[in-house]
Nanobody, 120 residues
Framework: VQLQASGGGLVQPGGSLRLSCAAS????????LGWFRQAPGKQREPVAS???????DYADSVKGRFTIGRADAKNTVYLQMNSLEPDDTAVYYC???????????????WGQGTQVTVSS
């Protein structure tokens, strides 16, 4: 299983960015896809996730500003980030809880990080 993240960059405060995460390879079941982030000197923290066929969940710090959703492409989710703040600056990592072995158990898979910098 591979997770490919894209869409990071530099944006001014108040601006928007859209991240994408595409899961590929041998996949039996995707339970959820989501995003974590890690700022310099801080621990990695969850940002948003979506259960396939279920609900989405957000960190309190991004509620009302970020939206996670299923993209038209297969096994792909997006994270629409609006009203970005300097505190949103971090490396964003795509995470998937996926059955990639056919054993009906879920493992955590990670994509490469993508840098999001919010600065004037």
């Amino acid at each position: 299983v591979q997770l490919q993240a894209s869409g990071g960059g530099l944006v001014q405060p108040g601006g928007s960015l859209r991240l994408s995460c595409a899961a590929s390879g041998t996949i039996f079941t995707i339970y959820s896809l989501g995003w974590f982030r890690q700022a310099p000197g801080k621990q990695r923290e969850p940002v948003a996730s979506i259960v396939f066929g279920g609900t989405s969940d957000y960190a309190d710090s991004v509620k009302g500003r970020f939206t996670i959703g299923r993209a038209d492409a297969k096994n792909t989710v997006y994270l629409q980030m609006n009203s970005l703040e300097p505190d949103d600056t971090a490396v964003y990592y795509c995470n998937g809880k996926i059955d990639g072995l056919g054993y009906k158990t879920l493992d955590d898979y990670w994509g490469q990080g993508t840098q999001v910098t919010v600065s004037s």
